[in-house]
């Protein structure tokens, strides 16, 4: 079973800074992209970042200079550093990751499965 799991939300100040972090754990052979996502009340999900397992990355034009995703050594795990908090940026955040899954047949052979999963979420509150 694989999980994905935030932390790090909270509340934050207008111009000020968190950082949310999300691990993956379970039975995988191997994590690919890694995205964060964001759901405002009454608004669409929204991509705001993603990291490549090569390390590229990318974000959305609402977050660019504020905002940067990395990945630990592990490359099991991705950060959001948001900087420069606006009111519009407080949400549920969510992580997301495209990865390789092990599955086991009956017989105990194991066989990779491309598969994305997401972590619960974690609030995020921006007020002074």
């Known amino acids: 079973q694989v999980q994905l799991v935030e932390s790090g939300g909270g509340l934050g100040q207008p111009g000020g800074s968190l950082r949310l972090s999300c691990a993956v754990s379970?039975?995988?052979?191997?994590?690919?992209?890694m995205h964060w996502y964001r759901q405002a009340p009454g608004k669409q999900r929204e991509l705001v970042a993603t990291?490549?397992?090569?390390?590229?990355?990318s974000y959305a034009d609402s977050v660019k200079g504020r905002f940067a995703i990395s990945r630990g050594n592990a490359k099991n795990t991705a950060d959001l550093q948001m900087n420069s908090l606006e009111v519009d940026d407080a949400a549920v955040y969510f992580c997301?990751?495209?990865?390789?899954?092990?599955?086991?047949?009956?017989?105990?052979?194991?066989?990779?499965?491309?598969?994305?999963?997401w972590g619960q979420g974690t609030q995020v509150t921006v007020s002074s």
């Open positions: 997301s990751a495209d990865l390789n899954e092990k599955r086991r047949t009956p017989s105990g052979y194991y066989y990779p499965v491309r598969a994305n999963h």
């Open positions: 379970g039975s995988i052979s191997s994590v690919n992209a």
């Open positions: 990291i490549t397992s090569e390390g590229s990355t």
